[in-house]
């Protein structure tokens, strides 16, 4: 009996390990081994149009992107770092102010909420397509209505120009990526109790500043989880670009995510395109570690 009790904690603590074993082995097969590859292709010279050469040849792909007289690497960062910080700025602050107006119930709330996130199921390279022929500069509604209401006087060539290119991408992400965080912020916003509301007007504390020192507060767990996800995704989402303007003209609208889809579909040059793919996976790290500690500092000090 001593023996049966002694060996039965040690049955129960085997059954939960090779319950994970099929999820751990999914989990290798399909992300850590292909990682891994794409990790050692980005050392190596891999080109399809010459596979006779193939080797180790070390930082040698990371110095040709750098050194690469028609794309400049250097000009793709700074699209780069527009595309995503300008974007998740006006994600983050339409999409907390939907979110605080369909916070209180009004009639027809539920067929209007629904209208809003439906945008967030449809694909990104058709919303792409869409937009873009929202800014064609001959026959777009965009250059249609501003004609009209006569702030121009003939077409733009919103598609066709650098500066209102990356523009034309930018307005399209942010209405595309308003409903996540509405999404998220508005199921943040209902778990608020009233107390709080309630307690901080008795102090004299107006809207303002009831949001600042209630609501913002409350919910920044989900604004910091919200705005590193996002930031990933977004970092990750060449499918607009793709739809509008393919990372023209003159690559004005050309980011990291692109270039790397760019290098493997029509340069044939996979260790490159690895390259770049580590790029953007260190730019990531180094932003998420950086992101929470500073958000861990502010709750602390909440």
Excluded: C, H
């Amino acid at each position: 009996m001593t023996n049966r009790k002694a060996g039965a904690p040690g049955l129960k603590f085997r059954v939960p390990l090779w319950m994970f074993l099929p999820t751990a082995l999914l989990l290798g097969a399909f992300i850590y081994i292909p990682v891994a590859q794409g990790i050692g292709t980005a050392f190596t010279r891999y080109t399809l149009l010459d596979i006779s050469q193939t080797g180790f040849n070390g930082l040698g792909n990371f110095v040709s992107i750098v050194k690469n007289p028609n794309i400049k690497f250097f000009q793709i960062l700074f699209n780069t770092a527009i595309w995503v910080f300008v974007s998740l700025a006006g994600q983050f602050l339409l999409g907390f102010a939907l979110a605080l107006l369909l916070r209180k119930p009004f009639k027809g709330r539920g067929v209007y909420t629904g209208f809003v996130f439906y945008t967030w199921a449809l694909s990104g390279f058709a919303i792409g397509l869409v937009w873009s022929w929202l800014f064609n500069g001959q026959f777009g509604v965009v250059n249609d209505l501003l004609q009209r209401l006569g702030f121009i006087t003939e077409s733009l060539g919103f598609l066709s120009t650098p500066r209102l290119a990356k523009v034309s991408v930018i307005v399209a992400n942010i209405w595309y990526g308003i409903p996540f965080f509405a999404i998220m912020l508005l199921a943040a916003l209902q778990s608020v109790p009233n107390e709080l509301y309630e307690s901080a007007e008795i102090d004299g504390a107006g809207r303002v500043r009831q949001l600042f020192s209630v609501t913002v507060p409350y919910i920044q767990s989900t604004i910091t989880s919200t705005v590193l996800l996002r930031f990933m995704w977004i970092m990750n989402f060449p499918d607009i670009i793709y739809g509008m303007t393919g990372g023209g003209p003159a690559n004005a609208t050309n980011i990291l995510a692109t270039e790397m889809i760019n290098k493997i579909t029509y340069a044939y040059d996979f260790g490159e395109g690895s390259a770049i793919g580590l790029i953007i996976v260190l730019i990531l790290f180094v932003f998420a570690f950086f992101y929470l500690r500073v958000m861990a500092r502010k709750e602390l000090v909440l």
